[in-house]
């Protein structure tokens, strides 16, 4: 059973590394629930608890990073608070307008939206939108990192 459990694990993990790139998918949650299934079916014997606290603490840090890292690439580029919501809603639209490549375009297009309605000229809103996207990206390269640590240190406790 601890194979298949194992490998159930592996699966698990995979569809939440795959998750990391789509919005609104809990993929850290995803990645958690397969180490708790894992442990309910070999009978919570293989990941010891400090890697659960461990797990727990990135799971914050991946909020934290999902969080900041969308404002710090808008602030850099000098993104208005329109730019950032014009992100997000563009972000939830492209889930629905041309999946899964809307997912990436849309958050673009929201921010440069939001820029010109909180008065930016073209090149300015321009400038704003593409920190936005750039936050998003780092922000979606940092969890991938974090769920690869996260796997990986579970596939280390329980192979």
Do not use: C
Not at 6 to 25: K, N, R, S
Not at 27 to 53: C, D, K, N, R, Y
Not at 61 to 69: F, G, R
């Amino acid at each position: 059973m601890n194979t298949v459990a194992d490998w159930i694990f592996v699966l698990i993990w995979l569809v939440g590394l795959v998750g990391t790139f789509v919005p609104f998918l809990p993929a850290t949650i995803i990645i958690l629930a397969g180490a708790l299934v894992h442990e309910l079916l070999v009978g919570f014997s293989q990941i010891p608890q400090w890697l659960w606290v461990v797990l727990v603490l990135l799971t914050a840090l991946v909020w934290v990073v999902d969080n900041t890292a969308g404002l710090i690439g808008a602030k850099r580029y000098g993104a208005s608070r329109e730019g950032v919501w014009g992100s997000f809603i563009g972000g939830m639209a492209g889930i629905f307008i041309l999946p899964p490549l809307g997912v990436f375009i849309m958050p673009f297009v929201g921010a440069f939206a939001g820029e010109l309605v909180a008065g930016k000229t073209a090149d300015a809103a321009l400038r704003g939108a593409w920190g936005t996207v750039v936050g998003m990206l780092g922000g979606m390269a940092g969890k991938f990192l974090i769920h690869l640590v996260m796997g990986i240190l579970v596939i280390q406790a329980v192979f």
